[in-house]
């Protein structure tokens, strides 16, 4: 029954994709669906012993239906392995090598329809391959789409089998530590993603190995594992390393309070990181906040981006002042208490505090709403935020971006930016329009402006722009902070969200993602050292 059950599976998502012409094996004359099985389902046969392939424990199948994704003409692969991929079940793409004395004779994008019976799953070399096979056993089937796994670093080491032999990006990828003058590509080398740290193995012999690299990178490549365990990835050509150009930072957001005990007027702030000496005064910076929740979006359009103003966006300036390189910089109002106007400590004198004064009485001195708060202008439209802070509090989304200048308009990129959100996401992003309407981001550790894809018709990487906050893979956000103590969105639970990570200075960009830490500050005991000397605060390295 189970058989009879996958069966009838396979043969519906066949069915379903077949107006598509997109399955290699339905381009083979004469040819049954029933036959093909997928990649996903042979991978888990092996249990640690060799198993010879058969009808039966193919669950009926005969054959896999897959795309060519080695190309042997740099070098860099294992000689002898053809590695294939197929999405064909779950939509899950997952990869696979067989071995073939004529593998190099294969190219990325080639369809081809593989008889696997009696060949034998084993795991060569460290390498789970299907061996016993002859181009006897294979039938071209055209060109294929190769699909390609965005990944972390982590992800891979988490769960290798998941992506070994599989098509994979490893974006916004440097060495670590940084290379030294002169160094190159060619051996062993670790990179990170800010994720975690793998081992990119580059032949000697290749026609690439004495490159340089790049000071920020996408690595299109394939992870393959040694005959010792250890997962290397590879790359098969020096086109699958791509310029991602740079991550660095000067100011880095390591902490927001957004919802201080009592009033929340006048007494949110945002905790900056400094990566380098700053006099605000020769470069200015400003810092925009946005808000979503239903008013806003149905008040103002998101057609500026960052720069709409109205019910959407507010902006400060920050011109005067300065901060030294690994120190921290606060932006806040006149309440300037570590947790709310109730609160026992307030921000000593000597602390790097910028402030404005947020106002909360009285209507809006340019458009006359009940909405007083404009900031300091600049935006598209006069900003109208309410006598409770920036911050709304709701679970809907909301963001804080730091920018290097005053000026912003919709095309402008920020230095920093993070977003918080337990819901409400919907009316920020619509690809649709044109110019988008969105909210810019930046890289960083959290958000990638740029992503790479494969070209359907050279089969190379070719970088394809994200720009927008909720385009592509770019949905990371904070919830609101929440504790077991306040297990729903609370209010009025004086929680701040502390963003720790870690940023190397050498390097121009984070090692360790930042992750959110929720910290009850108590109002009669929470100092500037709650904030500054946490275990797991920002922290810079050189």
Known sequence: ???????????????????????????????????????????PLYKGTDMVLTKENLYGGTKLGAVVISDHTAGNLPKGLLLVQDSRRLSTLRGIAIELASAASYKPGDSVVVEITNSTLT??????????????????????????????????QAKPNDYESSLCLLNKSSFNPAPKPGEVISGAKKINDGFGDMI??????????????????????IPLPTAEGVLQFRTREGDDIVNMGSSAQDLLISGIQHDPKGGDGGQEYVQMLATKDIDFSVTPY????SVNSGNASSATPLDKGWASGGQRTIKYDITTGGVQKGQFFYFGFQGKKINGSAGTYSFPAGTNWYQKTYVTTGNNPVTGSTLPNIGDGGLARTSEFGTSGPFPNNGNMCGVAI?????????????????????GAATIFDPTKDPVWGYRICNNDWYSMYSVSIDPVTY??????????????????????????????????????????????????WTTARKQVVVELIQTSATIDTLEKHPAVTRLVD
């Open 403 to 423: 920018f290097k200048g005053t000026t912003v308009v919709e095309s402008t990129v920020p230095e920093d930016v993070l977003f918080i959100s337990t819901g």
């Open 1 to 43: 029954m189970k058989r009879m059950l996958y069966i009838f599976s396979i043969a519906g998502i066949i069915a379903a994709t077949g107006s598509c012409n997109k399955d290699p094996y339905e381009n083979y004359p004469g040819g049954d669906p029933y036959e093909v099985v997928s990649i996903l389902d042979v991978r």
């Open 286 to 289: 400003c810092i925009v906040f």
């Open 200 to 221: 990119l193995y580059t032949d000697p012999a290749v026609s690439y190995a004495n490159n340089a690299p790049y000071g920020l990178a996408a690595y299109v490549g």
């Open 123 to 156: 795991r060569k070399n460290g390498i789970l391959t299907i061996t016993g096979l002859t181009d006897a056993n294979i039938r071209a089937a055209g060109k294929g789409m190769v699909n390609i796994n965005p990944v972390t670093i982590a992800q891979l």
């Open 460 to 509: 190379k990487p070719v970088v394809v722009p994200y720009l927008h906050y909720r385009s592509n893979g770019n949905t990371n956000n904070m919830p609101y902070a929440i504790t077991d103590k306040y297990p729903a969105v609370p209010t009025d639970a004086g929680l701040y969200n502390m963003m720790g990570g870690v940023y190397n200075v050498t390097l121009g960009r």
